[in-house]
């Protein structure tokens, strides 16, 4: 069992993890690092500080980046949902498209 410093330090590695992957284009692994230590810090109960450092924080008046940027984050998710036809569920955009092009 990992204790809770070595759950940081790994949540930490994920961030470098997810520009690597950016970085090579490799979107879906990008996304898919940023689901699971999101996961896990939602799961463990990382400190909000933390989690603010990690992904950033949207408040109004000091908006903070994260660790993480959430641009860069949503772009990877958009190339995962319109071009990799990867989602959550089976109706993809592209899977939706290719219906609509049947005609079903």
């Known amino acids: 069992m990992l204790s809770e410093k070595e759950i940081e330090k790994k949540l930490y590695l994920q961030a470098d993890l997810f520009r690597h992957h950016m970085d090579r284009k490799d979107y879906l692994a ?3 690092c940023v689901d ?3 996961a896990v810090a939602w799961f463990t109960g990382l400190d909000e500080d933390k989690k603010k450092e990690l992904f950033g924080d949207r408040e109004p008046d000091e908006p ?6 959430e641009e ?17 569920h ?9 219906l609509a092009k049947k005609g079903g």
């Open 30 to 32: 990008a996304a898919l």
């Open 36 to 38: 699971t230590a999101a």
């Open 64 to 69: 903070v980046a994260g660790l993480i940027p």
């Open 72 to 88: 860069r984050y949503l772009k990877a998710c958009e190339w995962c949902i319109f071009k990799g036809g990867y989602a959550r």
């Open 90 to 98: 089976r109706m993809s955009w592209r899977n939706i498209q290719k």
